[in-house]
């Protein structure tokens, strides 16, 4: 079986990419930067004929306080691409990396994928059109809506990293005691990107074409559960500052996944944490404090 994973040289396209090949896929990858097999703009250069048993789309913008300032951009490289690539489809399953943010605001009520969608942003609102390019350019396409998803590697412009970048710095004695946050309050579905690269594989294998899934754990965690959690695994005392002020609830319901390919998250949200952390002590090495 033959794949290839577009932005396989972000967070998310490494694991799905080890994971492949774990299974015995071959494996592919596609990115505006390297390291990857073929490094090229998707909205931009011109496109080979695609021939592989699955194409796995995760490639793109994802950040969507950045497609706030830059909202063209957020569309090219999100819709326009996804429908380019589609397009250079010859053979396979295209599964396609969409959000949980098409919905729009969370709800006190676990989120199917029959919940209206009111994409807030650029960001939300480009990949729901993304959505819609896909299915009509290329038919045996799936549609993932992933939750949020955390591990090892993840950038601190995430918050699990955010924490735990700054407990292993106070470790290490290059950041002062204290975790420090945004706003303590909003609760969120959160699960293993591990977890998450299986969730692709199965909607690969498993999944009907055609259809919309989210990938969720059922599970929300709040801001203060994580810090508290990283405050308890951290080898020296600290203190945790910030506000309660968006109290709101976002957790996904992936039963229609679940049915259908028999996903389910395996890793506990503990073990992800700490694993992350031994990742920070790592990456620091032997560094200290002068």
């Not at 998450?196 to 709040?222: D, H, K, P, Q, T």
Request: hydrophobic share 40%; glycine share 6%.
């Amino acid at each position: 079986m033959k794949a290839l994973v577009t932005g396989g040289s972000g967070f998310v396209g490494r694991y799905l990419a080890s994971a492949l090949r774990e299974a015995g896929w071959r494996v592919a990858t596609l990115d505006c930067r390297p390291p990857a097999d073929f490094v090229l703009d998707l909205a931009r250069a011109p496109l080979p004929r695609l021939d592989y048993d699955a194409v796995f789309h995760l490639a793109g913008q994802a950040r969507p306080a950045e497609s706030m300032k830059a909202p063209e951009e957020t569309y090219a490289l999100n819709a326009e691409a996804t429908a380019r690539l589609a397009r250079a489809l010859r053979s396979g399953r295209f599964v396609f990396a969409s959000s949980a943010h098409v919905y729009g605001p969370g709800s006190e009520n676990s989120v199917d994928e029959s919940f209206p969608t009111m994409p807030p942003n650029p960001y939300a609102a480009s990949k729901l059109c993304a959505e819609a390019l896909a299915r009509a350019a290329w038919k045996d396409t799936v549609i993932l809506r992933p939750f949020n998803h955390t591990g090892p590697g993840q950038s601190d412009a995430f918050v699990c990293p955010r924490i735990v970048r700054q407990v292993a710095r106070a470790e290490a004695g290059l950041a002062p005691p204290v975790i420090r946050v945004q706003d303590l309050a909003p609760r969120r579905d959160l699960f293993d990107v591990r977890d998450m690269a299986r969730a692709y594989i199965l909607a690969a294998e498993r999944a009907r074409a055609g259809e919309v899934y989210n990938v969720a754990s059922g599970r929300a965690w709040s801001v203060r559960e994580i810090a508290e959690r990283l405050r308890k695994e951290s080898r020296v005392p600290l203190r945790i500052e910030g506000p309660s002020r968006d109290a709101s609830l976002r957790v996904g319901d992936a039963s229609k996944f679940r049915r259908d390919t028999g996903w389910k998250p395996l890793i506990p949200m503990e073990r992800t944490l700490q694993d992350m952390l031994e990742y920070e002590r790592r990456a620091l090495g032997g560094a200290t404090a002068s």
